[in-house]
């Protein structure tokens, strides 16, 4: 019987320990979300820049220039065509820029595209800044339309010393628009 009474304790043992488990499993899963969140706004990753910039330019580094690079990607499978209308420009720290991208839908039906940024390296993300940017928002585009699409950043004048090329990457993505009668 001790046996049986050990088997039975040990059962429970390991039923609270997996209890225990599934409940820390199912808090995790509702943390990631704020903790991504935490790590993007940190790193830079997935686009996350800094978006309180002055609107008024700062003095510009007249004696600094700093090469920002564009680049457009697709997911495989999209129906558009996206590209940034300049592949790089030379830019002072501190001066507003505006550039464009260009994209069209190449359907013959209404979609929405939504970009995705990012910037590298990633020390640099907390030094560009975005003031008006086509990714803030989803894109509505009518059959076979296309249209320019602009950017609008500064450089802090702040970018440490050793960063002399800045990426911009947007991944262009088709999304589903679900109305409220869905």
């Known amino acids: 019987m001790s046996t049986e009474s050990e088997n039975r304790i ?3 043992a ?3 320990r997996l209890f ?3 409940v820390c499993m199912f808090g995790f899963g509702f943390l ?3 903790l991504y969140e935490v790590f993007c706004e940190i790193t830079g990753f997935g686009g996350r820049t800094n978006t309180t910039a002055a609107v008024v330019e700062e003095a510009p580094d007249e004696n600094r220039t700093v090469k920002i690079e564009f680049v457009a990607t697709l997911n495989e499978y999209a129906p558009w065509t996206f590209s940034p209308d300049l592949p790089s420009i030379e830019v002072q720290p501190g001066r507003l820029y505006n550039v464009t991208f260009s994209a069209q839908n190449l359907t013959d039906e209404t979609k929405t595209g939504q970009a995705v940024p990012s910037v590298a390296p990633i020390v640099a993300s907390e030094h560009f800044m975005k003031l008006e940017c086509f990714c803030f928002t989803s894109q509505d585009f009518m059959a076979n339309e296309e249209r320019a699409m602009p950017l609008s950043f500064i450089v ?3 970018l440490p010393d050793y ?3 800045i990426t911009l990457q947007y991944t262009f993505y088709d999304t589903l628009r679900i109305s409220a009668s869905d």
Do not use: I, K
């Open 10 to 12: 040990s059962n429970r």
């Open 14 to 16: 390991l039923t609270l």
């Open 20 to 22: 225990v488990l599934v």
């Open 32 to 34: 990631l979300v704020p």
């Open 156 to 158: 802090d004048p702040d």
């Open 163 to 165: 960063v002399d090329t």
